[in-house]
Nanobody, 121 residues
Framework: VQLQASGGGLVQAGGSLRLSCAES????????MGWFRQAPGKEREFVAV????????YYADSVKGRFTISRDNAKNTVYLQMNSLKPEDTAVYYC???????????????WGQGTQVTVSS
């Protein structure tokens, strides 16, 4: 499983970005997909997770109501739409694949390379 994240960038507070994460293999639809982020000097933290069909979705409290996770199994891609961005959302964002729905990093065996999101005040 190879994951490629993209879509990061510099945006002003209140703005929006959409991250994408593409899986290069043929097994994307069998994985539960998660987004995590790591700010400078902090540990990597859970952001959102989506089940195989998209019916199961769960968010960290810090992003609930502002971020939306979705997936397109036909395109082997998971998305993270980020609205109303805040400076505290600044981090490297990582997508990851797991065999089970979880907020724990240890449950995810496959990781993308990360994409930088910077929110200016």
């Amino acid at each position: 499983v190879q994951l490629q994240a993209s879509g990061g960038g510099l945006v002003q507070a209140g703005g929006s970005l959409r991250l994408s994460c593409a899986e290069s293999g043929r097994t994307f639809s069998t994985y539960i997909m998660g987004w995590f982020r790591q700010a400078p000097g902090k540990e990597r933290e859970f952001v959102a997770v989506i089940g195989w069909s998209g019916a199961y979705i769960y968010y960290a409290d810090s992003v609930k109501g502002r971020f939306t996770i979705s997936r397109d199994n036909a395109k082997n891609t998971v998305y993270l739409q980020m609205n109303s961005l805040k400076p505290e959302d600044t981090a490297v964002y990582y997508c990851a694949a797991s065999g089970r729905a979880s907020t724990r990093l240890s449950e995810y065996g496959y990781w993308g390379q990360g994409t930088q999101v910077t929110v200016s005040s």
